[in-house]
């Protein structure tokens, strides 16, 4: 089965903080996501990459930055973290684009 | 740009008995693919269906099915003998296609929560 782990399924930041949120998938998928999940509206994409040293914009980049240097881990990273940020993160896989995304467990991030 | 739409915020569902979560899409894309996933109150999110937009067939996958009307935009999800671990929230997703530049990422809805009655 294909796993997905996530370094954290609960962490408090302050404001300002540069905070690194950890993904790590061990069935060599090329393509990772990272999300955020806000209560009525779904999951959206901050930042994908389909190949190592590869990364996208999604569709809420602002805030966020994202390293790839090894095909099994995809990084989060908030350079400096704002209340707005408190959210759900989810990180997902996929072998290819046109297969399905398999996701962690999910951070839970509150920033104060 | 893709856009998911789920109009039902919760729907209640008796044990046993059949449900219908609503999803409406829209894509200018030709090749495109619909996807269905539940996440539980522990949070993670589990694939249960997927529909290409050129398959002829329904998607079926156990006691879930893909009722999928093309030219309606519609692709909703039935689940069938629904049963008690079948409460969660259920997100329909698409794929867009290589034309819109949208290929490699999924747009999410904003789900539905069903909730099952003993």
């Known amino acids: 089965d294909v796993k997905v782990t996530q370094s954290s399924r609960y962490l408090v930041k302050r404001t300002g903080e540069k905070v690194f949120l950890e993904c790590v998938q061990d069935?060599?998928?090329?393509?990772m996501f990272w999300y955020r999940q806000d209560p009525g509206l779904g999951l959206r994409l901050i930042y994908f990459?389909?190949?190592?040293?590869?990364?996208e914009k999604g569709d809420i980049p602002e805030g966020y930055s994202v390293s790839r240097e090894k095909k099994e881990r995809f990084s989060l990273i908030l350079e400096s973290a704002s209340t707005n940020q408190t959210s759900m993160y989810l990180c997902?896989?996929?072998?290819?684009?046109?297969?399905?995304?398999?996701f962690g467990p999910g951070t839970r991030l509150t920033v104060l | 740009a893709q856009k998911i739409t789920q109009t039902q915020p919760g729907m209640f569902v008796q044990e046993k008995e059949a449900v219908t979560l609503d999803c409406t899409y829209d894509?200018?894309?030709?090749?495109?693919?619909l996807f269905w996933y539940k996440q539980p109150s522990s949070g993670e999110m589990i694939f249960l269906i997927y529909?290409?937009?050129?398959?002829?067939q329904n998607a079926t996958e156990g006691r879930y099915s893909l009722n999928f009307q093309k030219a309606r935009k519609s692709a909703n999800l039935v689940i069938s003998a629904s049963q008690l671990g079948d409460s969660a929230m259920y997100f329909c997703?698409?794929?867009?296609?290589?034309?819109?530049?949208?290929?490699?990422?999924?747009?999410f809805g904003s789900g539905t929560q069903l909730t099952v009655l003993p």
């Open positions: 997902a896989s996929s072998l290819t684009s046109y297969n399905e995304q398999f």
């Open positions: 069935m060599d998928h090329e393509n």
């Open positions: 990459s389909y190949d190592v040293k590869m990364k």
């Open positions: 894509t200018s894309d030709q090749s495109y693919g």
């Open positions: 529909q290409g937009s050129y398959d002829e």
């Open positions: 997703a698409m794929r867009g296609g290589i034309s819109s530049g949208s290929a490699r990422q999924l747009t």
